[in-house]
């Protein structure tokens, strides 16, 4: 059986209108021992005859159809079946750049990485921002890749940002069948990314980290992540404790030191995170914005954090918080949203 390079794992949900981007940019690749895995996840537009119509065209895609059940799970789905050396996960609405996988597939022999991290751009209609970590090619040997992983999940006066989506990476897939590694249900827990990352970072002995920006992450009106939902502030406050409890409850030491620093940053990120979420898209903020300032656990991880390391942007609007200034947060964000 041939094996090919990498396998790249697809899940669909409502993306008519970009599933050809998408695909296209995945046929065209200048690496092309690939398998592309579209996970068809009860899609209720076109998208599964879209599928189908593209496996028939060329034998390197593989279709799964599947009852609805969220995005982590749909990633399951693929990696139950995808036999490359590494996998790749790409979201239906973005594309990648057409060297993206030979540039991160040489990179991971090159360095024997278990996982390689590239950066990325964010498109916003016409505008273009562009994202990365490093400079310079980095390699993360053993231990440490926990520093990694800590700058996945916040910063600290020790730790320096990853960021940690998967869709910008490649994963050995030996090490993801060896270990059982899983993503767990968004509808669970607001962010699988990183849960995923808690699982799968301390198995590895190599972390390469480039910074070619090379994965095209698309703002798209009415995606998942520009919907409103309320109670996103409790979600957070339950992806923090897991991560907590998961590392504590763990055998990792080098993980458990200092972590709470970590902790409390990706706490502090997402209030801000989440005052601006509220103002953008909820008509009746000002009781969402007092719940938040007012919450307990975030009052107390501002206390916690030394919030002299934050930027200048979120140390402003920290202090706010901490003071409980409801107006003067609105204030801001709508006009931030109005200037755009």
Request: net charge positive; with cysteine.
């Amino acid at each position: 059986m041939h094996i090919p390079k990498v396998s790249i794992i697809v899940p669909i949900y409502n993306v008519e209108r970009y599933l050809d981007r998408c695909l296209n940019s995945l046929q065209n690749q200048t690496l092309q021992d690939i398998e592309i895995i579209l996970v068809d996840d009860g899609s209720p537009d076109n998208c599964p005859k879209l599928c189908d119509k593209y496996a028939k065209k060329d034998n390197r895609i593989k279709v799964i159809h599947k009852m609805n059940n969220g995005l982590g799970y749909a990633r399951n789905s693929g990696i139950e079946i995808a036999i490359g050396e590494y996998i790749a996960f790409v979201d239906s609405d973005d594309y990648v750049e057409k060297n993206m996988y030979e540039i991160l597939y040489n990179s991971s022999k090159k360095s024997g990485a278990d996982i390689t991290l590239c950066g990325y751009k964010r498109i916003n209609n016409k505008k273009i921002s562009y994202y990365n970590d490093v400079k310079d090619i980095q390699i993360k040997h053993n231990n440490e890749c926990i520093s990694v992983l800590k700058g996945m999940i916040g910063l600290s006066d020790k730790t320096q940002h990853y960021d940690f989506a998967v869709w910008h990476g490649l994963y050995s897939n030996k090490l993801i069948q060896k270990n059982n590694v899983r993503f767990c249900s968004e509808r669970d827990y607001i962010s699988e990314d990183i849960i995923f990352h808690l699982s799968i970072v301390p198995l590895c002995k190599n972390i390469c980290i480039i910074p070619d920006c090379l994965y095209c992450y698309c703002l798209n009106e009415n995606t998942l992540t520009t919907k409103y939902k309320p109670g996103r502030l409790s979600a957070n406050l339950k992806l923090c404790k897991y991560i907590f409890d998961y590392i504590n409850n763990g055998k990792n030491n080098c993980l458990k030191e200092n972590i709470q620093d970590n902790i409390d940053y990706l706490l502090i990120d997402k209030t801000i995170s989440n005052l601006s979420y509220e103002v953008k898209y909820n008509r009746k903020c000002l009781s969402a914005l007092k719940e938040i300032v007012n919450n307990e656990l975030v009052r107390e991880a501002i206390d916690r954090y030394p919030i002299r390391l934050l930027s200048k942007k979120q140390f402003y609007l920290t202090r706010l918080v901490k003071m409980k200034c409801i107006h003067m947060l609105y204030l801001i964000f709508y006009l931030k949203f109005k200037m755009q």
